[in-house]
């Protein structure tokens, strides 16, 4: 048997088990307690039946003993008759405590001789055996009357009480998960980069503090990022400027080498600033939009006219992105291909169950499987790559988050191309939230 995942799941069947072991007890111990009680309540009343039948039978002449058994019969439901030979007895079974207990109290106080049956002859009762000189005789009470009331009610209340237990073990376990869960959740939008809206600050003091941490931890972050994108905007501002400057004197220069140089060095920091303004912009007020997603990637690999395209899901494809954030991380997708494949660049569509998944190939040397996952933090970059001034090691740091902030995932792997392929991966049911 598998113990669940859930907290509420754990708590409610720890609740659950706890309280059936507790009622199981209860009812053990009550019946136990009240045993000896019945039992001694059970035998007084068969010694006073004997007793009363046989005197009854003394008193009266014996021609009047069928009438006497006949109003016994239809006023207490007694029935006497004469024990007889070869009789069919069906004893008090071992296993029934409280009779078997009241057999013992009952024989100590009509004698030893006495004897006692459940169905005498196949009619039932409770059979005592009694005589009257040498002259045997049976009485049968009706069983009814020696059943214990509180065994037909107890399993109607004790589940009544279960049921009122277990009722209250799910709203404890619900209270004691839900804060959690509200708090996982907000902690996976946290990751995606979004800003969870606050948890609220009620309920069990540790609860309390642990809301109000939280809340304060995803403000400090909210604040951080935008005075990260800030502090990013405001470096642009003042470095494109002279960077334009410095482009507008190099088309003025005479010397083509130092005009040449010049350009492709101010291309270069401009692309590495637009890199990092595309990873400290968090984006988090784009919404999810149906977007026909095979259009878009038409549009934007017009820039890159060599590229195959591999469509495999319907035409026109709407589902669920958000369209900026989508088209700079395929932008990035593509420039990486390009840059370090060996010219040869093929992207893919494709539905895989409840996912969209974008593939983007190359030819070229591809990434080791060791260092897969550490290319795709910011900043890293491989020893092939770091000759290479173009970047500042953040294109697939900026996939990666796009990835995250669609709550879906990058995956890296071996292209059939040779080189590397590239797989965002976007669920579906994003699209809810």
Same mark, same amino acid.
Not at 238 to 246: G, N
Not at 300 to 310: A, E, G, H, K, S
């Given at each position: 048997?598998?113990?669940?995942?859930?907290?509420?799941?754990?708590?409610?069947?720890?609740?659950?088990?706890?309280?059936?072991?507790?009622?199981?007890?209860?009812?053990?111990?009550?019946?136990?307690?009240?045993?000896?009680?019945?039992?001694?309540?059970?035998?007084?009343?068969?010694?006073?039946?004997?007793?009363?039948?046989?005197?009854?039978?003394?008193?009266?002449?014996?021609?009047?003993h069928s009438a006497l058994w006949a109003e016994l019969a239809d006023a207490e439901g007694l029935r006497v008759s004469i024990a007889e030979p070869g009789e069919i007895?069906?004893?008090?079974?071992?296993?029934?405590?409280?009779?078997?207990?009241?057999?013992?109290?009952?024989?100590?106080?009509?004698?030893?001789?006495?004897?006692?049956?459940?169905?005498? +002859?196949?009619?039932?009762?409770?059979?005592?055996?009694?005589?009257?000189?040498?002259?045997?005789?049976?009485?049968?009470?009706?069983?009814?009357?020696?059943?214990?009331?509180?065994?037909?009610?107890?399993?109607?209340?004790?589940?009544?009480?279960?049921?009122?237990?277990?009722?209250?073990?799910?709203?404890?376990?619900?209270?004691?998960?839900?804060?959690?869960?509200?708090?996982?959740?907000a902690a996976q939008q946290l990751g995606r980069g979004a800003t969870p809206a606050n948890l609220p600050e009620y309920g069990p003091q540790e609860i309390v503090a642990?809301?109000?941490?939280? +809340?304060?931890?995803?403000?400090?972050?909210?604040?951080?990022?935008?005075?990260?994108?800030?502090?990013?905007?405001?470096?642009?501002?003042?470095?494109?400027?002279?960077?334009?400057?410095?482009?507008?004197?190099?088309?003025?220069?005479?010397?083509?080498?130092?005009?040449?140089?010049?350009?492709?060095?101010?291309?270069?920091?401009?692309?590495?600033?637009?890199?990092?303004?595309?990873?400290?912009?968090?984006?988090?007020?784009?919404?999810?939009?149906?977007?026909?997603?095979?259009?878009?990637? +038409?549009?934007?690999?017009?820039?890159?006219?060599?590229?195959?395209?591999?469509?495999?899901?319907?035409?026109?494809?709407?589902?669920?992105?958000?369209?900026?954030?989508?088209?700079?991380?395929?932008?990035?997708?593509?420039?990486?291909?390009?840059?370090?494949?060996?010219?040869?660049?093929?992207?893919?569509?494709?539905?895989?169950?409840?996912?969209?998944?974008?593939?983007?190939?190359? +030819?070229?040397?591809?990434?080791?499987?060791?260092?897969?996952?550490?290319?795709?933090?910011?900043f890293v970059r491989l020893e092939g790559a770091r000759s290479d001034a173009g970047g500042a090691g953040l294109g697939l740091a900026i996939v990666e988050r796009a990835?995250?902030?669609?709550?879906?995932?990058?995956?890296?792997?071996?292209?059939?191309?040779?080189?590397?392929?590239?797989?965002?991966?976007?669920?579906?049911?994003?699209?809810?939230?």
């Amino acid at each position: 048997m598998r113990f669940p995942n859930t907290l509420f799941a754990r708590a409610f069947l720890l609740i659950a088990v706890l309280i059936l072991l507790s009622l199981s007890s209860a009812l053990v111990i009550f019946r136990h307690v009240q045993e000896e009680p019945h039992a001694q309540q059970m035998s007084q009343m068969v010694v006073a039946v004997v007793n009363l039948t046989r005197a009854a039978m003394l008193s009266a002449a014996p021609e009047w003993h069928s009438a006497l058994w006949a109003e016994l019969a239809d006023a207490e439901g007694l029935r006497v008759s004469i024990a007889e030979p070869g009789e069919i007895l069906v004893p008090i079974p071992s296993n029934q405590t409280e009779l078997i207990l009241m057999v013992k109290k009952a024989r100590a106080r009509l004698g030893d001789d006495t004897r006692f049956a459940l169905r005498r +002859n196949d009619i039932p009762g409770l059979w005592v055996s009694f005589y009257i000189g040498d002259e045997a005789f049976w009485v049968a009470v009706p069983l009814e009357r020696i059943e214990n009331t509180y065994s037909k009610l107890l399993p109607i209340w004790g589940s009544v009480v279960l049921l009122l237990a277990l009722l209250g073990g799910y709203f404890i376990a619900r209270q004691v998960s839900r804060p959690l869960k509200k708090m996982a959740d907000a902690a996976q939008q946290l990751g995606r980069g979004a800003t969870p809206a606050n948890l609220p600050e009620y309920g069990p003091q540790e609860i309390v503090a642990v809301s109000q941490a939280f +809340n304060q931890m995803s403000t400090d972050l909210a604040a951080y990022e935008r005075e990260r994108a800030l502090v990013l905007a405001g470096i642009s501002h003042d470095l494109r400027t002279p960077l334009t400057r410095v482009r507008l004197a190099a088309e003025m220069s005479d010397d083509e080498m130092l005009r040449t140089g010049l350009s492709a060095d101010v291309e270069q920091m401009d692309e590495v600033i637009q890199q990092f303004l595309d990873y400290a912009r968090p984006d988090q007020h784009e919404v999810l939009e149906p977007t026909d997603v095979g259009q878009l990637i +038409n549009e934007m690999l017009q820039r890159y006219p060599d590229t195959v395209f591999i469509m495999q899901t319907p035409n026109p494809l709407l589902w669920p992105i958000k369209p900026l954030m989508f088209k700079r991380a395929i932008s990035n997708l593509l420039e990486n291909a390009f840059k370090y494949g060996a010219g040869r660049v093929e992207v893919g569509l494709e539905i895989c169950g409840n996912s969209l998944i974008l593939s983007v190939s190359d +030819n070229g040397k591809g990434i080791p499987d060791e260092h897969r996952d550490h290319v795709k933090r910011a900043f890293v970059r491989l020893e092939g790559a770091r000759s290479d001034a173009g970047g500042a090691g953040l294109g697939l740091a900026i996939v990666e988050r796009a990835a995250r902030m669609h709550g879906g995932e990058l995956r890296l792997g071996q292209s059939t191309l040779g080189g590397l392929r590239a797989e965002l991966v976007l669920p579906k049911k994003i699209a809810s939230r």
